[in-house]
């Protein structure tokens, strides 16, 4: 390969270093956050995003083109889009991977058609775009590649080192464009992350000796901190490994993909699945391959076919066979002492006790679909319980610590039995996924109609389903909740993570901080003091209702103290307590 030219091994091996770049910065990311809270998640989310669209580049093997390198980036990246930042991350590499997906090899002047084409397709992507963004960024940096190739550059190294440098220079300008970052001292996290995926991709391309390998650890929030280790697993819950290519009939649609990658995870784990327009390569651990195989004949023939048996293997590695034909194990260590336990009939490929009983795969009959269901985003078990109280059909775990990505709210949507799913994302950071979700969804084949209903908080979302009326249009239903998200003033109080100033307020780590719809409204050493002086804050001659959600780390005896306290201070408003059991916010506070 010439230094002008990239073709679709070094694509991929770019691509691959620059996900690597960014999952070994996301921390130093998250702590750009404007707000110093506990859940800064804009690395997080990127990464998550990021390492979803490697996962699917890294299991397409080695013989692999352009054109499959790009379904797998743009697709990846769309499923496991999280938070805003990771869906405008989604749609700048769906955006770029339009233009390089039918070449066979890529230079300056193709390079500056991919970057101007990912920021057309990310600004269409956000409402109102925000200057002094991720989105700016990436503006500045299609600018110069066209620049540059324009000016006649066609050495990919330069160009890539101009464009990086520039990039970075827009990124320092950010907080001119943004005062609140300004007074916070940082640039955009966004923005700092895609230089990061820019400057790894670099690093790639000039052959930096980088760990490709993608692990489930890597797309899967929170596998890391298990605490577990496999290496002392000795329990196969799934015993055999199945591989196979489908030669497909047609191209799959994005709810056909969803819905085989569903039903491979109903039947065992380890799911890679990984599909362009003619092949879709599958990658499942379960303890029936005849079931994978048989819904993979569905869509087309199959080819590749590759099956081992685990338990044999573990067995093999970890016990050796008698003279009567049965299975000892080597060596289990008991308080220092060494046995030789009998663990396998000699009949038996799998351990005694643990047979699997393999029954026929019955398809359950469904009842037929009602007019309207809902899908919520929330977290604390207290909060689940109000909104299953209230009609909700499928609360998805998540929110302020963890935002579900596009995939997680399709696959929600998907487990409703309703002809439209009203998705409450609650949390203006979970919107963007909610909507790509629901444009993802209108190549179901099902027909089912997903509308966002833009809840930007938890106590908006309870207010828009409480002003749903069932037997009214659903336009007219919309409409309603929609417009119920205004009457909803909502306070959270948690902690600062470190020194910062932000709206003139001087803000300590540790200390508590209550904060509004339109910034910080309060900051003290004690918890109910905070939350006490952000809700004198929010409150106005109009409201009527004060709601209170404590959160799992505050006690129900601290949380009526609160509640009676509120009480006296606004005698003519009603005045709620609830157990929110939310994590990391110890209160979660509307006035409406």
């Not at 999952?23 to 390492?51: H, Q, R, S, Y």
């Not at 330069?158 to 943004?178: G, H, W």
């Not at 977290?379 to 109000?386: D, F, M, N």
């Not at 309703?418 to 963007?432: D, E, Y």
Request: with cysteine; charged share 25%; aromatic share 6%.
């Amino acid at each position: 390969m010439s230094n002008n030219a990239i073709d679709a091994k070094m694509l991929s091996k770019m691509f691959l270093s620059g996900a690597r770049n960014l999952d070994a910065k996301k921390e130093w990311i998250n702590e750009l956050n404007v707000f110093p809270v506990p859940d800064g998640d804009t690395g997080t989310n990127m990464t998550m995003t990021i390492m979803s669209a490697a996962k699917e580049v890294q299991s397409l093997g080695d013989n692999k083109d352009m054109a499959a390198i790009c379904k797998a980036i743009s697709s990846g990246s769309l499923r496991g889009a999280r938070g805003n930042s990771g869906v405008i991350l989604s749609q700048l590499l769906r955006g770029f991977t339009k233009i390089i997906k039918t070449k066979e090899e890529i230079d300056v002047n193709v390079l500056a058609d991919a970057f101007e084409k990912a920021v057309e397709t990310a600004y269409k992507a956000v409402m109102k775009p925000k200057e002094g963004t991720i989105l700016t960024v990436a503006k500045g940096a299609s600018e110069k590649a066209r620049e540059l190739a324009s000016e006649g550059c066609d050495d990919i190294e330069n160009f890539c080192r101009e464009v990086i440098s520039y990039a970075d220079e827009v990124l320092q300008k950010t907080p001119d464009m943004l005062p609140v970052l300004k007074q916070a001292g940082v640039v955009d996290s966004g923005g700092q992350g895609l230089v990061q995926v820019f400057k790894g991709a670099l690093d790639g391309y000039l052959g930096k000796e980088i760990d490709m390998t993608i692990t489930e650890e890597d797309v899967t929030p929170g596998a890391r901190n298990e605490g577990r280790n496999k290496s002392q697993e000795k329990d196969i819950k799934f015993g055999y490994c199945t591989e196979f290519i489908v030669l497909l009939n047609k191209p799959l649609n994005v709810k056909q993909e969803l819905d085989f990658k569903n039903f491979l995870e109903s039947i065992g784990d380890s799911i890679v699945m990984v599909a362009d327009d003619e092949i879709c390569k599958v990658h499942v651990h379960s303890n029936d391959p005849g079931l994978a195989i048989q819904r993979a004949l569905k869509y087309g023939q199959l080819s590749n076919m590759k099956i081992d048996n685990m338990w044999m293997e573990h067995r093999e590695k970890l016990f050796h066979e008698n003279k009567d034909g049965s299975w000892s194990e080597i060596k289990t260590e008991i308080n220092g002492a060494a046995e030789l336990t009998p663990t396998y009939s000699k009949d038996d490929n799998i351990p005694l006790g643990d047979k699997v009983s393999m029954e026929d795969e019955e398809e359950a009959v469904k009842e037929p679909p009602k007019e309207v269901g809902f899908v919520t985003v929330c977290a604390g078990s207290g909060l689940s319980e109000i909104f299953k109280g209230l009609g909700v059909d499928y609360v998805i775990e998540g929110g302020q610590t963890m935002n579900p990505s596009t995939a997680d709210i399709l696959d929600a949507v998907d487990k409703v039995n309703a002809r439209t799913v009203i998705v409450l994302p609650n949390n203006k950071n979970i919107i963007l996924a909610a909507n790509q979700a629901a444009i993802m969804s209108q190549d179901s084949e099902e027909g089912k109609k997903i509308v966002v209903v833009p809840s930007k908080t938890v106590p908006q979302g309870i207010t828009a389903i409480i002003n749903y009326v069932p037997d009214v249009p659903i336009s007219d239903n919309i409409s309603a909740m929609t417009e119920s998200l205004k009457s909803v003033s909502t306070g959270e109080v948690t902690y600062a993570v470190r020194d910062t100033v932000i709206d003139d307020v001087t803000i300590r780590q540790g200390d508590y901080m209550g904060i509004g719809d339109k910034g910080i409204l309060g900051v003290g050493s004690d918890i109910s003091d905070v939350t006490f002086d952000m809700l004198k804050e929010m409150m106005s001659d109009e409201l009527e209702l004060i709601s209170l959600y404590y959160g799992e780390e505050v006690s129900e005896e601290s949380a009526n103290e609160l509640r009676n306290r509120v009480h006296e201070a606004f005698p003519n408003c009603d005045v709620e307590l609830q157990y929110g059991g939310q994590p990391i916010y110890y209160y979660i506070v509307s006035a409406e």
